[in-house]
């Protein structure tokens, strides 16, 4: 009786033994009856990642590091073993391990790229190693630029305080209130001489009006006579070609050798050269013609006054009497 009690206990305390194992196992995520397929990487460092972080593809957790270990070959290196719990996935070959972080407080794990091969990767394996740079290095290389941009804006920041308090003494200031009174008085200007254009446009809306339909019907007047227009651009073009393909040139020049013509004759008559020029410059001639109209004028005097000296009339044959009769020269 007392030899069953003592297997009871022994019973009972294996059953506990395999309880903790399997409870110990699942809470560091393993499971003790999932078939597992053991993979190894190398790395020249971990970057605080420890036994038992996971393994992921895409971030679904397909495993866990079950070890990690110095290299004998080569000094340096770390060898890292992950087992592969998930059945469903396969593991080609030239598949690559990344150490990548996978929160903000710099947790670590293996997440797995896999390759574009058919070939699947045997159990124990040697995958392709990399790591991803970890999150305080991608934030000082993000906040590195932006730094240097933050100093360059506060000493701009600081250059600018200096250039203000400089300006703003008691002269300056004074100066910048003048400034914005004179700047307040120009808006108001300009607000006044905004009303009064609008009222100018309000009063002489009808005659813009006017102007806009005049333009639009001369537009229109343009546009039916748009083919008389065409010929006369046309004929103007046909003049301008004739022009062009005319001796215009020889024209020109007779023309000019022309006028200089006239202008040698023109000279010789100012000094009184040839017939024209005598008549033009000598007043000899103006005086004798001028004796002659003299001369001429009483000549018909005389005969207005005296005609029977010039004239004579006799109806019956009479004989001139002898004091009428012309007085006979001496010879």
Same mark, same amino acid.
């Given at each position: ?98 150490i990548s972080s ?23 394996? /040697?995958? @392709? ?5 970890? +999150?305080?290095? $991608?934030? %000082?290389?993000?906040? =590195?630029?932006?730094? *240097? ?77 748009? /083919?008389? @227009? ?5 004929? +103007?073009?046909? $003049?301008? %070609?004739?022009?062009? =393909?005319?001796?215009? *040139? ?11 013509n006239i202008t ?15 008549l033009v410059n ?50």
């Amino acid at each position: 009786m007392r030899f069953k009690k003592e297997i009871v206990v022994g019973f009972v305390i294996l059953i506990a033994i395999g309880l903790l194992y399997f409870g110990f196992n699942y809470l560091k995520g393993s499971d003790i009856f999932a078939s597992k397929r053991q993979y190894y990487a190398v790395y020249n460092q971990i970057d605080g990642l420890t036994v038992d972080n996971p393994v992921q593809i895409n971030g679904f957790r397909v495993g866990r590091v079950n070890s990690a270990e110095l290299s004998l070959k080569n000094k340096g290196n770390i060898i890292v073993g992950f087992e592969i719990t998930e059945e469903r996935i396969q593991i080609p070959k030239n598949s690559t391990a990344m150490i990548s972080s996978i929160d903000l407080l710099g947790s670590k794990a293996i997440v797995l790229t896999l390759s574009d091969e058919t070939e699947i990767a045997a159990y124990g394996d /040697t995958l @392709i190693a990399d790591i991803e740079e970890d +999150l305080k290095s $991608v934030v %000082d290389k993000r906040i =590195a630029p932006l730094e *240097k941009k933050t100093k360059e804006l506060i000493s701009s920041i600081d250059s600018a305080v200096t250039i203000v308090q400089a300006i703003l003494d008691k002269d300056a200031r004074e100066s910048l209130s003048e400034s914005f009174y004179s700047i307040k008085r120009a808006l108001r200007s300009l607000e006044n001489t905004a009303f009064q254009f609008n009222e100018m446009v309000s009063s002489e809306r009808e005659k813009v009006e006017k102007i806009f339909s005049n333009v639009e019907s001369i537009s229109e007047n343009l546009r039916r006579n748009n /083919t008389q @227009i065409n010929n006369v651009i046309s004929n +103007l073009s046909e $003049v301008t %070609d004739s022009l062009a =393909a005319s001796n215009l *040139k020889t024209t020109i020049f007779n023309a000019n050798k022309a006028i200089k013509n006239i202008t040698v004759v023109i000279e010789k008559v100012n000094a009184g050269q040839g017939t024209m020029g005598q008549l033009v410059n000598n007043d000899t001639l103006y005086n004798n013609l001028e004796q002659a109209t003299l001369e001429l004028d009483k000549l018909l005097e005389d005969m207005r006054v005296n005609p029977k000296r010039y004239v004579h009339f006799s109806i019956f044959g009479k004989n001139e009497k002898e004091k009428d009769k012309p007085e006979k020269k001496p010879r």
